[in-house]
C-alpha cells in the first residue's frame, strides 16, 4: 500500500495529512479524524484499512506533528485545540485533496474528540456524501440543524462520557428537526473500537460497526 504525507495549509499555520492509496484509482475518499491523543500508529492504521477497502483515505494532523504519550498530555492538546481551527484543517484538508487527486465524492469519520470534529463538520462544512462519527460530543441544536449530510452516529452505552443522556438528546432533535441522522448504540465503553487499548477495545461491537460504516460509505460515495 502506497502512503504519503500530504501538506496542508490552514490560518493557524501550516500541518500535513497521512494518506493511504486504494490499489486502484478512484474517486471516492474517506477523512479520518484523530482521538485526543494524535496522529498516532492507530489513525495512521484505520486509514490503511479505508485504503484496503477502496477509498482514498486521508488523515490530517490537528495538532501539527504532536502526539500525546498519556492521557494527561492528551486532554492538554484537546483542550489547547479550537474549534475553528480544526474545522478549518478540515476544509483546508479537502481541499488540499480535491486539487492534488481526482476525487469527487467525500466522506469523513472520527473518533472521539475525532468524532466530534466529524460531527460539526458534516454541519458545518459542504462537500461530504456521508458522516460516520464515533462517541464524539454533539454540537448546539443551531449548530445541528444545518446538518444536510447523511450520518450514522456510533455510540457506546456504558461511555461516561458521551452518555445515554447525551445520545437521547441527539435522537430527539433529529427527530424534531427531520435530520438525517441514524443513532447506532452498542453494548461497549467509549473507545471501544481503538484495538490498541485492551481496557476498552470490543472487537465484536468494533467488527460490527466497521462492516457497518464501510457499506455505508460505499452506499453514499
Request: with cysteine; hydrophobic share 45%.
Amino acid at each position: 500500500m502506497k502512503t504519503e504525507t500530504l501538506t496542508i495549509e490552514s490560518a493557524d499555520g501550516e500541518t500535513t495529512a497521512y494518506v493511504a492509496h486504494p490499489s486502484q484509482e478512484t474517486t471516492c475518499a474517506v477523512l479520518i479524524i484523530q482521538e485526543y491523543w494524535g496522529l498516532n500508529d492507530h489513525i495512521k492504521d484505520i486509514a490503511g484499512r479505508y485504503a484496503d477497502e477502496g477509498f482514498l483515505a486521508i488523515a490530517p494532523d490537528l495538532y501539527r506533528g504532536e502526539v500525546a504519550a498519556n492521557s494527561d498530555e492528551a486532554s492538554k492538546l484537546m483542550q489547547a485545540l479550537a474549534i475553528e481551527d480544526g474545522l478549518d484543517t478540515i476544509k483546508n484538508t479537502v481541499q488540499a485533496v480535491s486539487d492534488k487527486y481526482s476525487v469527487r465524492h467525500f466522506g469523513i469519520t472520527g473518533f472521539c474528540m475525532g468524532g466530534t470534529f466529524a460531527l460539526r463538520a458534516a454541519c458545518e462544512l459542504e462537500g461530504f456524501s456521508a458522516a460516520a462519527p464515533f462517541y464524539g460530543d454533539i454540537p448546539e441544536e443551531e449548530v445541528l440543524a444545518k446538518l444536510t449530510t447523511p450520518t450514522i452516529f456510533v455510540s457506546a452505552t456504558k461511555d461516561a462520557w458521551i452518555n445515554l443522556d447525551k445520545v437521547a438528546t441527539l435522537e430527539d432533535t433529529a427527530e424534531r428537526l427531520g435530520l438525517p441522522i441514524h443513532s447506532v448504540k452498542y453494548e461497549a465503553d467509549h473507545a471501544f473500537f481503538n484495538d490498541t487499548r485492551a481496557e476498552v477495545y470490543d472487537p465484536t461491537a468494533a467488527a460490527d460497526a466497521w462492516a457497518m460504516v464501510i457499506g455505508f460509505m460505499n452506499d453514499k460515495l
